[in-house]
T-cell receptor, first 117, second 112 residues
C-alpha cells in the first residue's frame, strides 16, 4: 500500500519551454501533497505544499509564477515548470500524506529527472 | 528554525558489521521524526515514524530509537542490499503544517 507514482520519470526540454510533471497517489487519498527538488548529493528541499482544492503554499525563495502547482483531486497534483532554464535542471520528487488523521508520514514518488538544454 | 544534522556523512561497513547512524535535531515541538531510505535515482522509501522519547521501532535488520535531542538508526549484521542513503526528517507540531525538514543523509555502503 501507499504507492505514489510520477510521470514522466525523466524529461529533456529546451530552454524557454514548459514541462508538466504529474504526481498520483495510487491506493490512497491525499489531501496534502508536497513537491521537493534534490540536487546531486544534496538532501531534499521542500518547494511547496499543495492542498486539494486550494492554492499551494510556496517556501521562501521559490517563484510561484515559475513553478505552477495544481491539486485538482485527492489523488493528483501537477507541477509545471514554466519557461524552463538550465538552472532548473534537477530531480523533482513529490510526496503525499494519507487522508487518515493519525498518519503523519509522507510517501514519496520515484522522482522526475528534468534536464533543460 | 527546525534543523536536522546527520552523522556520519558516509559510512562503509563490512557485511555483518553492525553500526549506528545518528540524527540530531532541534524543533519547536516534535510531532514526529521520520527515517527514510533512498536508493540512487529513486524517491525516498518510508521506514519508521517515532513520536516520543523512549520509543523504538524495528524492521528486519533496522532499529530506530528516539531521545529528546537525537535519533539513532541501528543496523544489525548489515547486508550489501542495505547500501543506500538514509535520511532523517522532523515534523514540527502545531497547526496543519505537515512539512518535513530533512537532514543531508548518511550514505551507507556495505561491502560483501
Amino acid at each position: 500500500g501507499a504507492v505514489v507514482s510520477q510521470h514522466p520519470s525523466w524529461v529533456i526540454c529546451k530552454s524557454g519551454t514548459s514541462v508538466k510533471i504529474e504526481c498520483r497517489s495510487l491506493d490512497f487519498q491525499a489531501t496534502t501533497m508536497f513537491w521537493y527538488r534534490q540536487f546531486p548529493k544534496q538532501s531534499l528541499m521542500l518547494m511547496a505544499t499543495s492542498n486539494e482544492g486550494s492554492k499551494a503554499t510556496y517556501e521562501q525563495g521559490v517563484e510561484k509564477d515559475k513553478f505552477l502547482i495544481n491539486h485538482a483531486s485527492l489523488t493528483l497534483s501537477t507541477l509545471t515548470v514554466t519557461s524552463a532554464h538550465p538552472e532548473d535542471s534537477s530531480f523533482y520528487i513529490c510526496s503525499a500524506r494519507p487522508l487518515k488523521n493519525t498518519a503523519y508520514e509522507q510517501y514519496f514518488g520515484p522522482g522526475t529527472r528534468l534536464t533543460v538544454t | 528554525e527546525d534543523q536536522v544534522t546527520q552523522s556520519p556523512e558516509a559510512l562503509r561497513l563490512q557485511e555483518g558489521e553492525s553500526s549506528s547512524l545518528n540524527c540530531s535535531y532541534t524543533v519547536s515541538g516534535l510531532r514526529g521524526l521520520f527515517w527514510y531510505r533512498q536508493d540512487p535515482g529513486k524517491g525516498p522509501e518510508f521506514l519508521f515514524t517515532l513520536y516520543s522519547a523512549g520509543e523504538e521501532k524495528e524492521k528486519e535488520r533496522l532499529k530506530a530509537t528516539l531521545t529528546k535531542k537525537e535519533s539513532f538508526l541501528h543496523i544489525t549484521a548489515p547486508k550489501p542490499e542495505d547500501s543506500a542513503t538514509y535520511l532523517c526528517a522532523v515534523q514540527a507540531s502545531g497547526g496543519s503544517n505537515y512539512k518535513l525538514t530533512f537532514g543531508k543523509g548518511t550514505l551507507l555502503t556495505v561491502n560483501p
